[in-house]
């Protein structure tokens, strides 16, 4: 066995960037159910500098780094990204080298969802704090690409067969989009869609009940909770009714 690879010793205040790539490489790290002592017995880093390091106190050299992204599963120079504050992508599932049958078509599909959807846990995890000015544009880019992934899911649910794996996959993301969407709308600087979205699901509205209440389409609260161009006089007539429910 090897011996773990030293770190690099913080001093003086915290670093937000060590916080937040120590963050979200714990949140892999679960993800991927890998645990300390694993990593330790495998000489990549002993427990105390990882915990260390999770908890943003410490930096681990290069060689350690690039050992921590191949295991957990992260293209190489990812954890430098993160603590630049840089968007990084959840890593997409590996791709089957054999074609599916038509019987296991949907299940591969729901797998993969749930596969994806796992690997925003890092992202979600390396978002700077809500008062951040960075926070609202990385959060709103992860919710477009959650929002990409239901898509995904519920048009294979109309396509084909609707299974238990299927209608998991979907709560999954639909959940996971949920909690990060109530989040988005306690910063500062959140958009119209996401604080219209937090102030609906607070009332317990429908889409079509906003829609009456704020006196516009159905359209315009689904382009707005979607970040998508409003017309002048709708969005007017949203944040009212957003003003009155909060």
């Known amino acids: 066995m090897t011996n773990p690879e030293p770190v690099d010793q913080s001093t003086g ?6 916080v937040r790539a120590g963050a979200a ?3 892999r790290r679960r993800e991927l159910n890998i645990s300390q002592r694993s990593l330790a017995s495998s000489g990549i880093i002993n427990a105390g500098a990882l915990i260390a390091f999770e908890k943003g106190r410490s930096w681990p050299r290069e060689r350690t780094r690039a ?4 295991v957990l599963k992260w293209p190489p120079g990812t954890i430098a990204r993160l603590r630049r504050g840089e968007v990084v992508r959840p890593v997409a599932p590996p791709e089957t080298t054999s074609a599916p049958s038509d019987g296991d078509e949907v299940s ?7 596969t994806a959807v796992g690997g925003f846990g ?9 008062e951040d000015p960075a926070f609202t544009p990385r959060v709103t880019a992860v919710l477009s690409d959650l929002r990409q992934l239901e898509a995904v899911a519920a048009r294979a649910a109309r396509i084909g067969r609707v299974t238990p794996a299927l209608i998991k996959a979907l709560g999954t993301v639909r959940r996971l989009y949920d909690d990060v969407m109530l989040r988005a709308a306690t910063a500062p600087q959140a958009t119209l869609g996401q604080r219209l979205y937090a102030a609906r699901r607070e009332a317990n509205l429908t889409v079509e009940e906003t829609a009456q209440a704020a006196g516009v389409g159905e359209a315009a609260i689904q ?3 979607s970040e998508q161009s409003v017309p002048a006089a709708d969005a007017e007539a949203i944040e009212a009714l957003v003003a009155q429910l909060r």
């Open 67 to 70: 050992k921590l992204e191949e």
């Open 13 to 18: 205040a915290p670093d937000p960037g060590m």
């Open 25 to 27: 490489a714990a949140a």
């Open 108 to 114: 591969l599909l729901a797998q993969a969802v749930v």
């Open 122 to 130: 890092s992202t979600v995890a390396s978002l700077p704090p809500v």
């Open 223 to 225: 382009q707005a909770e």
